[in-house]
């Protein structure tokens, strides 16, 4: 069975850091791509930053703009977790993050992935 758990999100000011986890299970790791997606009320979930040793994401990671040179995805091989350290947090980071996996993927596109973490809530204060 296919499990994705998040864990690390919380309350936190303006400028300050969080790193959500993603411990995954059930699947072979090295075939997947892992993505870290997040929702804010009223709004479609879009994709934050996706990692993958599939040809086609850039350098095997990607980050949306609005993240970029503040957020960075990183996997761990040997315990089967994905993280995503986020710094310079904003207000506009609030939202419920959510971790998934896509079988051989190439994009971070949320309807791309299949199996999904329930998600953990972010709330960054101004």
């Known amino acids: 069975e296919v499990q994705l758990v998040e864990s690390g999100g919380g309350l936190v000011q303006a400028g300050g850091s969080l790193r959500l986890s993603c411990a995954a299970s059930g699947f072979t790791f090295d075939d997947y791509a892992i993505g870290w997606f997040r929702q804010a009320p009223g709004m479609e979930r879009e994709g934050v930053s996706c990692?993958?040793?599939?040809?086609?994401?850039?350098?095997?990671?990607y980050y949306a703009d609005s993240v970029k040179g503040r957020f960075t995805i990183s996997s761990d091989n040997v315990k089967n977790t994905v993280y995503l350290q986020m710094n310079s947090l904003k207000s506009e980071d609030t939202a419920v993050y959510y971790c998934?996996?896509?079988?051989?993927?190439?994009?971070?596109?949320?309807?791309?992935?299949?199996?999904w973490g329930q998600g953990t809530q972010v709330t960054v204060s101004s």
């Open positions: 998934a996996a896509d079988f051989l993927g190439r994009l971070c596109l949320p309807l791309e992935y299949d199996y």
């Open positions: 990692i993958s040793s599939m040809n086609g994401m850039n350098g095997g990671t």
